[in-house]
């Protein structure tokens, strides 16, 4: 393995995306937390243990590539036969969402009231923390002033022109 390789092992989607080339190269068969331990040691680093093999597992079926199934009472996983959907809403889309809702409603700008803009845009889950980001993005932009700093509590003013605020 070269040193490029394993920057990429230590990086954790590195590692995944491996992961995922190694599984597509076995043949087609259920494959359990214990069989990637086994990848694990076989090929990338001996000291990954289950907890990072099932949260890897996990991961890839999250984002579509592998299908959740059950083998003798076990949660196995196997290759999705169909590409996995890509959302059809970018992060440029979902910014432009918060600008216009920021530009026609009035008031503060929390984590939570920009995760319901997003939500209502994207049509899935948003995490607090995507929302967040999109918020102190703006901020950087100069299209939103911070106005509290409090650990686990901060808000948004807007500074655009032409706001309701």
């Given at each position: 393995?070269t040193?490029?390789?394993?920057?990429?092992?230590?990086?954790?989607?590195?590692?995944?995306?491996?992961?995922?080339?190694?599984i597509?190269?076995?043949p087609?068969?259920?494959?359990?937390?214990?069989d990637v331990?086994?990848?694990?040691?076989?090929?990338?680093?001996?000291?990954?243990?289950?907890?990072?093999?099932?949260?890897?597992?996990?991961?890839?079926?999250?984002?579509?590539?592998?299908i959740?199934?059950?083998?003798d009472g076990?949660?196995?996983?196997?290759?999705?036969?169909?590409?996995?959907?890509?959302?059809?809403?970018?992060?440029?889309?979902?910014?432009?969402?918060?600008?216009?809702?920021i530009?026609?409603e009035?008031?503060?700008?929390t984590?939570?009231?920009a995760?319901?803009?997003?939500?209502?845009?994207?049509?899935?889950?948003?995490?607090?923390?995507?929302?967040?980001?999109?918020?102190e993005?703006?901020?950087?932009?100069?299209?939103?002033?911070?106005?509290?700093?409090r650990?686990?509590?901060?808000?948004?003013?807007?500074?655009?022109?032409?706001?309701?605020?």
């Amino acid at each position: 393995m070269t040193a490029t390789e394993l920057r990429q092992v230590m990086d954790v989607t590195g590692r995944r995306d491996y992961l995922l080339t190694l599984i597509k190269q076995i043949p087609r068969h259920p494959l359990t937390t214990s069989d990637v331990c086994s990848l694990y040691r076989n090929h990338l680093h001996s000291t990954l243990g289950r907890n990072a093999a099932r949260r890897d597992l996990r991961d890839l079926a999250h984002r579509g590539h592998l299908i959740h199934t059950t083998v003798d009472g076990r949660r196995a996983y196997r290759l999705n036969p169909k590409p996995p959907n890509r959302h059809p809403v970018s992060s440029q889309e979902s910014l432009r969402a918060l600008r216009q809702a920021i530009a026609t409603e009035a008031g503060e700008w929390t984590p939570g009231r920009a995760r319901v803009v997003l939500r209502r845009a994207t049509g899935t889950h948003i995490y607090r923390s995507v929302a967040r980001d999109r918020l102190e993005r703006l901020h950087r932009e100069g299209l939103l002033e911070l106005r509290s700093e409090r650990p686990g509590h901060c808000y948004y003013a807007p500074t655009m022109e032409g706001t309701a605020a």
